[in-house]
T-cell receptor
Framework: AQRVTQPEKLLSVFKGAPVELKCNYS??????LFWYVQYSRQRLQLLLR??SRESIKGFTADLNKGETSFHLKKPFAQEEDSAMYYC???????????FGTGTRLLVSP | NAGVTQTPKFQVLKTGQSMTLQCAQD?????MSWYRQDPGMGLRLIHY???????DQGEVPNGYNVSRSTTEDFPLRLLSAAPSQTSVYFC???????????FGPGTRLTVT
C-alpha cells in the first residue's frame, strides 16, 4: 500500500539555521514525489517535485530510492519559510495523491 | 480566472443535518478531488473524479457523496452530519498531462 511518513509534527529552528524536513515513503512502483506547502491563511500549493530536480525558494529535495526518502532541505532558513509542509506521493498510473501527516516549520528570529 | 473556488468558507451544522460543499473550477481540468484536513492526520482523500460522470472513492469516503455532472463542478454532500466530520475540506483539481494539483481555499466545517 502507498504510504507517506513525516515523522516530525513540528520543527522549530532559528533564522539562518539549516532545515531538513523528513519524508519517507512506501511504494512498490515508480512514484512521483512532491512537496506541498501551506502558508498561514493561504491555500495549499506545490513547492517542488522530484522529477524537476529544481530549487524553489532555496529548498531542494532529492529522491533516495534506496532509503525510500524524499527529505526537504534548505541551508539557511528564513522567517517567511514558516508554514505547514506536506510530502505527497502519486502513483504514476493514477491521479491520486497520498499525503503525509505534515510538518509545521517554525522559524524564529 | 478564478481558479478553484469553494463555498461556503465556514459552516456550522448540528448532528444529523445535511449540506453540500461546493467546488467549482474554470481551468477545464478533468481531475477533481476532495480532501479533509485534520490535525495530526494530514490530508486524506475522500472522493475523486477523473471526468464528468465518473467518480470514485478515496481513503475516507463514508458519510460523503459526490457527483460530477459537469467538468466545472464537483459538490460534496454530507447526508447526515456527524461530529467526526468536523474538519477543513479542500477541493483540488488537475489537468491532463499536468503534474500539479491546484487547491481551493478550503471550507471549515464544524458539526456540533
Amino acid at each position: 500500500a502507498q504510504r507517506v511518513t513525516q515523522p516530525e509534527k513540528l520543527l522549530s529552528v532559528f533564522k539562518g539555521a539549516p532545515v531538513e524536513l523528513k519524508c519517507n515513503y512506501s511504494y512498490s512502483g515508480s512514484p512521483e514525489l512532491f512537496w506541498y506547502v501551506q502558508y498561514s491563511r493561504q491555500r495549499l500549493q506545490l513547492l517542488l517535485r522530484h522529477i524537476s530536480r529544481e530549487s524553489i525558494k532555496g529548498f531542494t529535495a532529492d529522491l533516495n530510492k534506496g532509503e525510500t526518502s524524499f527529505h526537504l532541505k534548505k541551508p539557511f532558513a528564513q522567517e517567511e519559510d514558516s508554514a505547514m509542509y506536506y510530502c505527497a506521493l502519486r502513483d504514476g498510473s493514477f491521479q491520486k495523491l497520498v499525503f503525509g501527516t505534515g510538518t509545521r516549520l517554525l522559524v524564529s528570529p | 480566472n478564478a481558479g478553484v473556488t469553494q463555498t461556503p468558507k465556514f459552516q456550522v451544522l448540528k448532528t444529523g443535518q445535511s449540506m453540500t460543499l461546493q467546488c467549482a473550477q474554470d481551468m477545464n481540468h478533468e481531475y477533481m478531488s476532495w480532501y479533509r484536513q485534520d490535525p495530526g492526520m494530514g490530508l486524506r482523500l475522500i472522493h475523486y473524479s477523473v471526468g464528468a460522470g465518473i467518480t470514485d472513492q478515496g481513503e475516507v469516503p463514508n458519510g460523503y457523496n459526490v457527483s460530477r455532472s459537469t467538468t466545472e463542478d464537483f459538490p460534496l454532500r454530507l447526508l447526515s452530519a456527524a461530529p467526526s466530520q468536523t474538519s477543513v475540506y479542500f477541493c483540488a483539481t488537475k489537468g491532463a498531462g499536468v503534474f500539479e494539483q491546484y487547491f481551493g481555499p478550503g471550507t471549515r466545517l464544524t458539526v456540533t
